[in-house]
């Protein structure tokens, strides 16, 4: 069975930084491609960054873009997201999730085909505010 748990996240003031993590059990990373996705309430869920299951590849919403990086680390079957800068509008849920059908996580500005991610984490609450 697939599982992801994303793990880090927490209350952080305007400006803070936090680093998420996204394990895998169960199963290799890989010859995933790896997304970070955020729900605020009442809002639908977007893509927030992305990796290629080689690391060669990533992307970036334009609202983090500057100030979030992603990573992996395939040896601890581990992809992280590093999140500087936080701001009030960057509250939300985070998940994590993976795809191996064809989504490479190119350049580019694009909404991330949700459809295609199919192993979800439980996702992990971050709250910007002072």
């Known amino acids: 069975q697939l599982q992801l748990v994303e793990s880090g996240g927490g209350l952080v003031q305007p400006g803070g930084s936090l680093r998420l993590s996204c394990a895998a059990s169960?199963?290799?990373?890989?010859?995933?491609?790896i997304g970070w996705f955020r729900q605020a309430p009442g809002k639908e869920r977007e893509g927030v960054s992305c990796?290629?299951?080689?690391?060669?590849?990533?992307n970036y919403a334009d609202s983090v873009k500057g100030r979030f990086t992603i990573s992996r680390d395939n040896a601890k079957n581990t992809v992280y997201l590093q999140m500087n800068s936080l701001k009030p509008e960057d509250t939300a849920v985070y998940y994590c999730?993976?795809?191996?059908?064809?989504?490479?996580?190119?350049?580019?500005?694009?909404?991330?085909?949700?459809?295609?991610?199919?192993?979800w984490g439980q996702g992990t609450q971050v709250t910007v505010s002072s």
């Open positions: 999730a993976a795809t191996d059908l064809g989504f490479t996580c190119p350049g580019g500005t694009y909404w991330y085909p949700i459809p295609l991610f199919g192993a």
């Open positions: 990796i290629s299951s080689s690391g060669g590849s990533t």
């Open positions: 169960g199963f290799s990373l890989d010859n995933y491609t």
